[in-house]
């Protein structure tokens, strides 16, 4: 066994490793089956898409390029005012293209909404949603992905890419902290 600083700061396993690598094998073959021949763009949300975009491409054997971009959704305790900022946005021409957006996690649906709409006005061919991860106990917008590996209940999770105040992006999978990590 690996050893790991973080170990003992995770209260709980939620999905292992091995259940993430045989779930992201069969969205890989999924993804394959729908966009066989139409040259997808794979588009990742960073930073939380890193681990899972890396696993996700090489799963899929489709002839295809990515591309990344920063979004961020200001989420106050106070107020939530569903708006989201583009920290990086794309480096390329995405019209006519069929894109695969790669995302960690869907919780209220904020940013993926936003992101649908933007990528729709730039003349995106087609659209397909991959989520790790669905919480779907928190959506407040209409939106769904096409794909998602995992639903999770509304516990906040980390590893995997997913972080908490941008650390356990590097634990190898998804688990819950412990109390004492978000009092401390
Ligand atoms: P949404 O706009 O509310 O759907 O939020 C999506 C973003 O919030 C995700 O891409 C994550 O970066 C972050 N997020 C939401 N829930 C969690 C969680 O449980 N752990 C880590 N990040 C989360
Ligand atoms: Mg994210």
Redesign the pocket.
Known sequence: MMKSEMENDILKVLVTEEDLQRRVAELGEALYQRLEGKNPLFLG?LK?CFVFMADLVRACQLKCDVEFMALS?Y?NATVSSGK?EISRDLHQDVAGRHLVIV??????????AFLKDYLLFKGAASITIVTL?D?PS?R??AITADLAGFE?PD????GYG???CQQYRNVPYIGVLKPEVYSG
Request: hydrophobic residues 40%; glycine residues 8%; aromatic residues 8%.
């Open positions: 949300v939380g959704s989420r989201v995302e960690d996690i869907l919780d209220s649906g904020t940013t993926l991860l919480k928190r407040t917008k999770v516990e906040f999770v980390v997913l972080d908490y």
